[in-house]
């Protein structure tokens, strides 16, 4: 019999993740929490969500007597990264019987898009696990922005009618207009600004599951492209095949299935040198040849 294990990706949330394992019908015997990695440009977020992540463990594991284990997600915007790394370490987990449960309520859309589309994925490719694969939201009771919102401007007009000593004017003023500044960010969203992410963008793709069906030549085409990054030609890829398979093959053969795969979306070809195309895998190849290696 295997085990019911709860896969929480962690972000600035705690009650909407731990009230379930206690409140609802869950019986789970493993709790995996994944935090972001702490860089300097998110220390003062990093440690917000340690903290969580630290006061989520403890109260798991005392009041609810459940093993916890704490992973570590390196780069929380690198879409096609976390959905390999949640689809071999679910797979990792069904092959040897359990039961596992993704609570997505809480961190960032990439990492909870990510562990959603890798399970989905899972479930399309082998429908027997469907009963032992679940993905699940927790709505919040009430957002806390309303009463942040309201205890400032109570705050800003209290200091405002307060008899004030000459000694503490200019402090309070300060203060007045800090909490002013953020009451008028606050009316934009509780949010500011789009984050410059490491490639220059603004944006993540959410790029569609690689559910497709490939035989063995195209499979091996897909993981030489994984491993190489890129190949220069045809002819190239080809060598290489004919290498790493030891089977006999030709260029015609390696291009027919090079145009198969371009037409489902796995691969790229640009322009090289001479006449020549380079080859390399389009980010849904990345996803595929990435989670079955």
Same mark, same amino acid.
């Given at each position: 019999?295997?085990?019911?294990?709860?896969?929480?990706?962690?972000?600035?949330?705690?009650?909407?993740?731990?009230?379930?394992?206690?409140?609802?019908?869950?019986?789970?015997?493993?709790?995996?929490?994944?935090?972001?990695?702490?860089?300097?440009?998110?220390?003062?977020?990093?440690?917000?969500? /340690? @903290?969580? &992540?630290?006061? %989520?463990?403890?109260?798991?594991? $005392?009041?609810?007597?459940? =093993?916890?284990?704490? #992973?570590? +997600?390196?780069?929380?915007?690198?879409?096609?990264?976390?959905?390999?790394?949640?689809?071999?370490?679910?797979?990792?987990?069904?092959?040897?019987?359990?039961?596992?449960?993704?609570?997505?309520?809480?961190?960032?859309?990439?990492?909870?898009?990510?562990?959603?589309?890798?399970?989905?994925?899972?479930?399309?490719?082998?429908?027997?696990?469907?009963?032992?694969?679940?993905?699940?939201?927790?709505?919040?009771?009430?957002?806390?922005?309303?009463?942040?919102?309201?205890?400032? /401007? @109570?705050? &800003?007009?209290? %200091?405002?009618?307060?008899?004030? $000593?000459?000694?503490?004017? =200019?402090?309070?003023? #300060?203060? +007045?207009?800090?909490?002013?500044?953020?009451?008028?960010?606050?009316?934009?969203?509780?949010?500011?600004?789009?984050?410059?992410?490491?490639?220059?963008?603004?944006?993540?793709?959410?790029?569609?599951?690689?559910?497709?069906?490939?035989?063995?030549?195209?499979?091996?085409?897909?993981?030489?492209?994984?491993?190489?990054?890129?190949?220069?030609?045809?002819?190239?890829?080809?060598?290489?095949?004919?290498?790493?398979?030891?089977?006999?093959?030709?260029?015609?053969?390696?291009?027919?299935?090079?145009?198969?795969?371009?037409?489902?979306?796995?691969?790229?070809?640009?322009?090289?040198?001479?006449?020549?195309?380079? +080859?390399?895998?389009?980010?849904?190849?990345?996803?595929?040849?990435?989670?079955?290696?």
């Amino acid at each position: 019999m295997g085990r019911e294990i709860h896969y929480i990706p962690v972000g600035f949330d705690l009650e909407r993740l731990v009230q379930p394992l206690s409140l609802d019908d869950f019986d789970a015997d493993k709790v995996i929490l994944f935090r972001s990695e702490k860089t300097p440009e998110t220390e003062s977020e990093a440690e917000l969500a /340690e @903290d969580i &992540v630290q006061d %989520l463990s403890g109260s798991i594991e $005392s009041l609810l007597s459940i =093993d916890v284990e704490v #992973e570590e +997600i390196s780069d929380i915007y690198d879409y096609v990264e976390i959905y390999e790394y949640a689809y071999q370490k679910m797979a990792d987990d069904l092959d040897k019987g359990n039961q596992i449960y993704v609570n997505i309520s809480s961190m960032p859309r990439t990492v909870a898009f990510a562990f959603a589309t890798a399970a989905d994925t899972l479930i399309l490719e082998n429908p027997n696990v469907r009963d032992d694969l679940y993905t699940y939201y927790v709505s919040p009771e009430k957002y806390l922005i309303t009463e942040v919102r309201q205890e400032l /401007e @109570d705050s &800003v007009e209290f %200091l405002r009618n307060l008899d004030i $000593s000459k000694e503490h004017e =200019d402090k309070v003023t #300060e203060r +007045i207009g800090s909490m002013a500044d953020t009451l008028q960010k606050l009316q934009k969203g509780t949010t500011a600004g789009a984050k410059e992410l490491k490639n220059g963008k603004h944006h993540v793709k959410f790029v569609a599951p690689p559910i497709v069906d490939l035989n063995e030549r195209e499979k091996d085409l897909l993981k030489i492209l994984y491993e190489q990054g890129k190949v220069e030609s045809i002819s190239e890829l080809d060598r290489q095949y004919a290498q790493s398979t030891d089977r006999d093959s030709s260029n015609s053969s390696t291009q027919y299935s090079v145009d198969q795969l371009e037409e489902k979306g796995l691969i790229n070809r640009s322009k090289g040198k001479g006449a020549s195309h380079e +080859i390399s895998l389009s980010r849904i190849g990345i996803m595929w040849a990435g989670t079955r290696r």
